[in-house]
């Protein structure tokens, strides 16, 4: 299973970007990157995911490298509220089937 | 959509007591997922089902745990007996798709287990 690397903390101003890297080299051709995010006591959520192009959506934007070995999640503009720990999946495809196998994340924290 | 709907919240048992724990997925999708948290381990998918078949239990600590999925809306975690260690948090995600393509999973609020 490809693995992903974050850095174990972050921190940002209140209505700057937030950018966060994350290290998958032995990704394959065929594996997509997702993001979720954890706000505290709560269910993981979706952010966005690509798999070679750059992504971009209401919440975020997602930069991937042309070797596909490393990306950034951007937050634009962030706020007290995206402060959660925020993690970097790489999505394993065995057998036919999808799952996504999470690792420690990187925890965000945004403040005034 | 209500979403992925967990239940009991929070859970209290004595060691040795069997504990159940469901999860009503979101109607129309096809995978379910069953992972656990803890501060020391994070989160760890313990199986994983599609169209109601268990496809990767190999996340499942030991025999005293099982999951079963009846039917497309709903599942069933199940410690028997539990111990202290199995306190955690109890995650149920669901997502609708079968190979490549969008696996937008999402999870429920999860169930707080407390063995004491």
């Known amino acids: 299973d490809a693995k992903t690397t974050q850095p174990p903390s972050m921190d940002c101003a209140e209505g700057r970007a937030a950018n966060l890297p994350c290290n998958h080299s032995?990704?394959?051709?065929?594996?997509?990157v997702y993001w979720y995010r954890q706000i505290h006591s709560q269910g993981p959520q979706y952010i966005i995911h690509?798999?070679?192009n750059n992504e971009t959506n209401e919440m975020a934007s997602l930069i991937i490298t042309e070797d596909r070995k490393s990306s950034t999640l951007i937050l634009p503009h962030a706020t007290l509220r995206d402060t959660a720990v925020y993690y970097c999946i790489v999505r394993v495809y065995s057998g036919g089937y999808n799952k996504l196998i999470f690792g420690a994340g990187t925890r965000l924290a945004v403040h005034p | 959509d209500a979403g992925v709907i967990q239940s009991p919240r929070h859970e209290v048992t004595e060691m040795g007591q069997e504990v159940t724990l469901r999860c009503k997925p979101i109607?129309?999708?096809?995978?379910l997922f069953w992972y656990r948290q803890t501060m020391m381990r994070g989160l760890e998918l313990l199986i994983y089902?599609?169209?109601?078949?268990?496809?990767?239990d190999s996340g499942m600590p030991e025999d005293r745990f099982s999951a079963k999925m009846p039917n497309a809306s709903f599942s069933t975690l199940k410690i028997q007996p539990s111990e202290p260690r199995d306190s955690a948090v109890y995650f149920c995600a669901s997502s609708k798709d079968r190979g490549f393509g969008n696996t937008e999973a999402f999870f429920g609020q999860g169930t707080r287990l407390t063995v004491v």
């Open positions: 032995t990704i394959s051709g065929n594996e997509y």
């Open positions: 089902f599609n169209n109601n078949v268990p496809i990767d």
């Open positions: 109607s129309g999708h096809n995978s």
């Open positions: 690509g798999l070679k």
